[in-house]
């Protein structure tokens, strides 16, 4: 199954989680920033691409 991956920001614009959606919309999985972690833009990079392959690993498919 196809999966498309949203970040979910709070207020001040910090990454909380990934939430991954079907192409209907329909929730599916979700991964969730540490929020002792800093807030880089290496740190969300290594974020994003721990998530996916956790989701690959689940027998989705990343809509790109």
Do not use: C, S
């Amino acid at each position: 199954m196809k999966v498309i991956p949203t970040e979910v920001l709070d207020k001040d614009g910090n990454l909380l989680r990934l939430e991954y959606h079907d192409d209907t919309g329909k929730f599916h999985l979700q991964a969730e920033w540490d929020p002792n972690d800093e807030q880089t833009h290496e740190n969300r990079k290594a974020f994003r691409k721990w998530a996916n392959i956790m989701a690959k690993r689940l027998n989705f498919d990343i809509a790109e």
